[in-house]
T-cell receptor, first 117, second 112 residues
Framework: GAVVSQHPSWVICKSGTSVKIECRSL??????MFWYRQFPKQSLMLMAT?????????EQGVEKDKFLINHASLTLSTLTVTSAHPEDSSFYIC?????????????FGNGTRLTVT | KQEVTQIPAALSVPEGENLVLNCSFT??????LQWFRQDPGKGLTSLLL?????REQTSGRLNASLDKSSGRSTLYIAASQPGDSATYLC???????????FGKGTRLSVIA
């Protein structure tokens, strides 16, 4: 079955540093990937839609200059949290579906737990 | 904007009880609805997916129903076990290459 790999699974960083999270579709190509964020005891909220070869689309309230998204290939999207602050500590999870299979279920990565100290 | 609401937010039951989790959504023009399980600090495990044309789906002790016209879905768990303790998330999908919209989840604790 389709697998989405997300790395790292957890990361601790100091305030002011940047952290990169990778999302890979292992056995399928994905023109579009979706990045979600989940604060403790809250739901998954869509942050942005990552589009291969073009700019990401950000949801209202998500700073595009702080959360840099690069979808450089059909199997890899990266989310970089720049100048991280403690309030960025959260669970970040990506998802994707194979290109050309609109309406098919999304496949999720296992998520990345980010802690900013 | 689509909103998904899950009731109750938390639930604690003794082992062996049957229970029902509720999900409602504001826009009934969904393509499908999906129930997930999330263990603390972990990713998502898909439990059941119901197409908009379907009324229910079953997997083992789980049964999910969908009433699209009223914007409601229920997840029924039979003979609950401590291993069922987790957060259960409901999510809806419109169509096309679009994301899922999630509810806030129901935190279930099954006490042995």
């Amino acid at each position: 079955g389709a697998v989405v790999s997300q790395h790292p699974s957890w990361v601790i960083c100091k305030s002011g540093t940047s952290v990169k999270i990778e999302c890979r579709s292992l056995d399928f190509q994905a023109t579009t990937m979706f990045w979600y964020r989940q604060f403790p005891k809250q739901s998954l909220m869509l942050m942005a839609t990552s589009n291969e070869g073009s700019k990401a689309t950000y949801e209202q309230g998500v700073e595009k200059d702080k959360f840099l998204i690069n979808h450089a290939s059909l199997t890899l999207s990266t989310l970089t949290v720049t100048s991280a602050h403690p309030e960025d500590s959260s669970f970040y999870i990506c998802s994707a579906r194979p290109t050309g299979t609109s309406n098919s279920p999304l496949h999720f990565g296992n998520g990345t737990r980010l802690t900013v100290t | 904007k689509q909103e998904v609401t899950q009731i109750p937010a938390a639930l604690s039951v003794p082992e062996g009880e049957n229970l029902v989790l509720n999900c409602s959504f504001t826009d009934s023009a969904i393509y499908n609805l999906q129930w997930f399980r999330q263990d603390p600090g972990k990713g998502l495990t898909s439990l059941l997916l119901i197409q908009s044309s379907q009324r229910e789906q079953t997997s083992g002790r789980l049964n999910a129903s969908l009433d699209k016209s009223s914007g409601r879905s229920t997840l029924y768990i039979a003979a609950s076990q401590p291993g069922d303790s987790a957060t259960y998330l409901c999510a809806v999908f419109y169509s096309g290459n679009t994301p899922l919209v999630f509810g806030k989840g129901t935190r279930l604790s099954v006490i042995a």
